[in-house]
């Protein structure tokens, strides 16, 4: 059984003064709430911010440290001004309200607190890295820690690591408002497995990963730089028996509410003191409801619970105040001596009062303007075990693709939202227990246990990659290069384009920068030294970008090869091109459809290239051009897709076998240097002699022996070899 490692922003624990000294108790979050029961019962870790205990004497920190290692909770400790600019900066006036769909109070102009998210993450990976052991599961939480996977992978590449998102994914066109949307798509892209609480939100993340990151998507399985990330639906469960076991506490609770309100139905609304949670229109919705029915605030109660949250910010202040004075105007207008219709209370409750509130209210209230999942519904469902009340669900909160039995609302129609209170009041008894029973033994079913165990699975099956920083059972890298560096002859083949020099939009946009030019020109003018460049670009395009240089080049993958400047262009692969024109006609028709899509021509090969089309469309086109090149069943062409391109290409042309000619050129006893970050270089790498020093640019399975993370990193490996 592998060791699962927990990561989330907080630490299942409270810790608070007493005495002369300080306590850990229990956290009632509901990430806390989901995965303190396998966290107990594994012998994992958790990794999170035990909260602010700078209060402590050294000894006082001792106790509690050594408390936190008995529990095998690892603190990731933070100041106040990281709390300042992480959490609440970036994470709560940045992401959440943007995940949300609360355009105008997202805070965008928030380096300082971009710069902490930054440095936070990597504090957390790097403790993460720390203390994993081959094997070990990393689980790792919400919007607070969207970096860390990809700082992770790069401490540990073998790591398994998931990531599961406990807010909305919003729309692409939402997502892409965000100046740093990249780096957190690069940050989730290090996850083995991403997963999401509806379909929708997981369709919303493909889609913004495509449109930033040009990545390609297969059902539910996302190619980007060879990596695969495997996306999925976990709708998040409660601990249902929980709340449907029965307790004498919760009796006298329940017998005291009934007794207060006797004769009068009881409208009830929970949530955390939330912009996102609905809680203003909610109210402006029940006060069209005694307006256009004067008798209902003698028979009719709303109690209105506001969970304490986020205090220090400034927005949820202002929340508390707003809605206190929307109570007052309510009360004002439609209470009597006797009868207060509105009753708000800003506070915590305990479970039991908690428990005896779901089964005393006839109504549950449950309509955010957004919500990830909402739980709140799912705790009234599980709580009723006497399969009565009805819930009003909003059609924004992710618990509504499972509830259907709800009534489901709009709670930006406030006319609606009324109607559907006045419905649920006039409800006849048979179908509010119908309703309630199918919602209930649901809840029970795909309870929090459910939920845990089917992601946990799903990591598990993630394969256990080797590490490709070191020789298998030998030398590292560094040794390798410092090998090479000694060497009397030296072969370098690199690969061009997301190699030697980023992906563009455009191919003709991925020019070679000065340093690159220098660093070409010191390699090859190393005594004994031969470089050459191996490309799917034409002869005419490499030879604009680096014909100056003292390199040899090979061009369409091998097809065409100039060994150096003063040599001419040679054709190192015979075949019939007949098939050019008719898949040639093929492509045309297919890019004539696509806005963005185009076709390259080459001498042996036709390419698609798709790039900058819209992911959904590209995703259609390339099944389309699959099965109608797969209809043609042509024996004379080959098909290699590559990052945004399909290529057809005539058979035989491929690194490896120009590779070999290079090496046969060569002195006996030349030592080799190979880069490459795509599929065509994996037919480079299979070529290569075992004692070839191959090196794979980015994520994704490679032949090759070694790895490093972008094109950056890579010519820091040639620098190293002049």
């Known amino acids: 059984m592998s060791r699962l490692l927990i990561a989330s922003n907080r630490l299942p624990i409270t810790i608070q003064p007493e005495g002369d000294g300080f306590e850990l108790r229990p956290s009632s979050g509901g990430l806390a709430t989901a995965l303190r029961g396998p966290h107990a019962k594994g012998d994992g870790l958790w990794f999170g911010w035990p909260g602010d205990v700078s209060q402590a004497t050294p000894e006082q920190r001792a106790r509690i440290d050594a408390e936190l290692v008995e529990r095998r909770l690892v603190p990731i400790d933070l100041t106040a001004a990281e709390v300042a600019h992480y959490y609440d900066g970036f994470s709560n006036g940045a992401v959440w309200p943007l995940f949300h769909y609360s355009l105008d ?16 993450n990597q504090r957390f990976a790097e403790a993460i890295a720390a203390r994993t ?3 070990d599961l990393v689980w790792i939480h ?14 540990v590449p073998g790591a398994r690591i998931g990531f599961f998102l406990h807010i909305p994914f919003p729309a692409a066109d939402v997502f892409r408002i965000l100046p740093w949307r990249e780096e957190v798509l ?5 996850a083995d497995l991403l997963g999401f609480h509806t379909g929708e939100y997981l369709t919303n993340f493909a889609r913004s990963a495509a449109q930033v990151l040009a990545t390609d998507l297969d059902v539910d399985v996302i190619r980007w730089a060879d990596h695969s990330v495997r996306l999925g639906t976990f709708p998040i469960g409660i601990d249902a028996a929980a709340f449907a076991a029965d307790s004498p506490e919760i009796d006298v609770e329940l017998a005291a509410l009934r007794k207060n309100t006797a004769g009068r139905r009881l409208i009830l609304g929970i949530d955390r003191l939330d912009y996102t949670k609905g809680i203003l229109r909610r109210l402006l919705a029940f006060e069209r409801l005694l307006e256009g029915d004067q008798t209902l605030h003698e028979r009719v109660q709303l109690l209105q619970i506001a969970v304490p949250s986020r205090e220090t910010i400034d927005s949820y202040a202002d929340l508390r105040k707003e809605a206190n004075e929307l109570v007052g105007r309510i009360n004002a207008a439609h209470g009597t001596p006797t009868s207060v219709p509105v009753h708000f209370l800003y506070r915590s409750v305990p479970f039991e009062q908690l428990v005896a509130l779901y089964r005393a209210a006839d109504i549950m209230l449950v309509t955010p303007i957004r919500d990830g999942m909402n739980l709140v519904a799912k705790e009234f469902i599980a709580a009723r075990s006497d399969e009565d009340g009805v819930l009003v669900l909003s059609e924004f909160a992710g618990a509504a693709d499972e509830l259907r039995e709800a009534l489901i609302v709009n709670p930006y129609d406030l006319d609606a939202v009324e109607r559907t209170i006045g419905a649920a009041l006039q409800m006849p008894e048979e179908e509010r227990r119908l309703r309630m029973e199918r919602l209930h033994a649901r809840v029970l079913e795909g309870d929090v246990a459910r939920w845990h165990r089917r992601f946990v699975d799903e990591l598990e099956r993630v394969p256990v990659l080797p590490a490709r920083n070191a020789v298998e059972g030998g030398r590292s890298l560094d040794e390798e290069l410092s090998r090479l560096r000694e060497a009397p002859s030296l072969l370098v083949l690199l690969d061009y384009d997301g190699t030697l020099v980023p992906y563009a939009m455009m191919p003709e946009l991925a020019r070679p920068d000065p340093e690159l030019q220098s660093l070409l020109v010191r390699l090859a003018a190393r005594p004994g030294a031969r470089v050459h ?13 680096l014909g100056e240089q003292p390199v040899g080049l090979c061009a369409e993958h091998g097809y065409w090869c100039r060994p150096d400047p003063t040599r001419p262009w040679t054709v190192r692969v015979t075949g019939s091109l007949g098939w050019k024109e008719p898949v040639g006609a093929l492509l045309a028709d297919l890019a004539a459809r696509t806005p963005g899509a185009f076709v390259e021509e080459k001498t042996s090969a036709l390419a698609f290239h798709y790039r900058a089309v819209d992911p959904t469309l590209a995703s259609a086109r390339v099944h389309e051009l699959r099965a109608r090149l797969a209809a043609e069943a042509r024996t004379d062409i080959e098909v290699l897709e590559g990052s945004r391109v399909i290529e057809v290409r005539l058979p035989g042309v491929s690194k490896s076998l120009v590779s070999a000619s290079l090496i046969a050129d060569m002195p006996a006893g030349t030592a080799i240097f190979a880069g490459g970050d795509d599929r065509t270089d994996e037919d480079l790498f299979a070529a290569l002699p075992p004692e070839a020093v191959s090196v794979r640019v980015g994520r994704g399975r490679s032949l090759a022996r070694f790895r490093v993370d972008d094109v950056s990193a890579f010519r820091a490996l040639l620098r190293e070899l002049v």
């Open 105 to 120: 109070k997202v805070r965008l102009e928030a380096r300082e607190d971009w710069v902490t998210y930054q440095h936070v």
């Open 133 to 135: 052991q081959p094997g």
């Open 142 to 155: 919400d919007y607070h820690l969207m970096l860390v996977p990809e700082y992770l992978r790069r401490l």
């Open 186 to 190: 690069r940050g989730l892209m290090g």
């Open 533 to 545: 460049v191996l490309t799917g670009r034409t002869p005419a395009s490499i030879e604009r970008l």
